[in-house]
């Protein structure tokens, strides 16, 4: 288990620190498959990616990028040069699994931590796929997150429910701001805590 936080001020440093994230992937890997979770909580964060990669220009010619959920604003990603037939916005697990019968991987994950400790899918069904990917980035922010975050740092590595299968990826990131690291013990936040987290 490679299970690491970064613990920013507020919201907002987290939607820029995740959209520099997600424009690196790309520029690292030119032929990346990645799953983005699409809600309100995310949005911000996908406009950042898209502003960068005008700013900062990539190849998105053999990008796929699937979205997960239709929680919100996928429009964004047509101002990207990804070719339609990579581009999945209907935010299904059929569409995921289509993608991956032929990539085998995804490369980046992320997804949003739920209030009520939920991630990835509505339903769950195809959650597997996503806890597979080479890299999984969770992002948590506000308050009312501040106990899933709690139970996801005690979660039982191996346990059959979704914490617990984090828990065993290789190579997790969970961002999240201050509120929501606000059940965390002191040490704890300090030690994750920096301006260049």
């Not at 990346?32 to 309100?40: D, H, K, P, R």
């Amino acid at each position: 288990m490679a299970m690491n936080f970064k613990i920013f001020k507020d919201k907002e440093l987290v939607s820029i620190y995740l959209a520099d994230i997600i424009r690196k992937q790309v520029h690292n890997n030119p032929t990346s498959v990645m799953g983005l979770e699409m809600n309100e909580e995310l949005d911000w964060t996908y406009q950042k990616f898209v502003g960068e990669s005008k700013q900062h220009p990539a190849d998105f010619s053999q990008i796929y990028l699937v979205t997960i959920n239709k929680d919100g604003d996928t429009e964004i990603f047509e101002k990207l040069d990804i070719p339609d037939n990579q581009l999945k916005r209907d935010g299904s697990v059929d569409s995921m699994k289509k993608v991956l019968d032929d990539k085998d991987q995804l490369n980046l994950a992320v997804l949003s931590i739920g209030a009520n400790k939920n991630l990835g899918y509505n339903d769950s069904d195809g959650n597997d796929h996503l806890f597979d990917s080479r890299e999984l980035i969770l992002v948590a922010t506000g308050n009312d997150k501040a106990d899933a975050i709690r139970d996801l740092y005690d979660a039982v590595e191996n346990d059959k429910d979704d914490f617990g299968k984090v828990k065993k990826h290789r190579m997790v990131t969970v961002v999240m701001d201050t509120e929501a690291a606000s059940r965390l013990d002191q040490d704890i936040v300090d030690y994750y805590t920096s301006e260049f987290a």
